[in-house]
């Protein structure tokens, strides 16, 4: 398998879907809402991608200052590529682009809990989320 990676290139809404749902990260994600979906991509600060050939099989989708913290909001692999080490270059790439202080910060799906420990996150239970349709009091 030889795979490619890539720095900032451009991704279409659909191929950006397709990926989310072989990816089993669909399920929390708006991709019924094409609009959402792309401003999720046109808005990211940093988008690393993962190729075979010409099929997207990998992402990272992050929000970031370069300096301080990186939100890294998308790290989507194809179900059939996972376990392949994508995933971990993906984030390293991200690294790579990122200032020699700055922060990878994530929420983690339900299933890759002991993933995140596992390459060496440190879990914080200090996350707080006001969804989009929510008002503070």
């Given amino acids: 398998m030889n795979i490619t990676y890539k720095t900032d290139q451009t991704i279409t809404t659909e191929s950006f879907i397709d990926l989310l749902k072989r990816s089993g990260l669909a399920e929390r994600r708006p991709v ?52 392949e080490g994508i995933g971990k270059e993906l984030q390293r790439a991200t690294q790579r682009e990122l200032g020699p202080h700055c922060k990878l910060i994530l929420i983690a799906a339900p299933q890759a809990q002991d993933y995140y420990k596992h390459i060496g996150y ?11 349709h929510e008002r503070l009091k």
């Fill in 32 to 83: 019924e809402d094409l609009e959402c979906i792309q401003g999720m991509i046109e808005a990211c600060d940093l988008l690393v991608t993962a190729w075979d050939e010409s099929l997207l099989v990998g992402i990272a989708r992050s929000v970031t200052d370069f300096h301080y913290a990186c939100y890294l909001s998308d790290l989507a692999v194809d179900k059939e590529y996972q376990k």
């Fill in 122 to 132: 440190t879990k914080s239970t200090r996350c707080w989320v006001l969804h989009g």
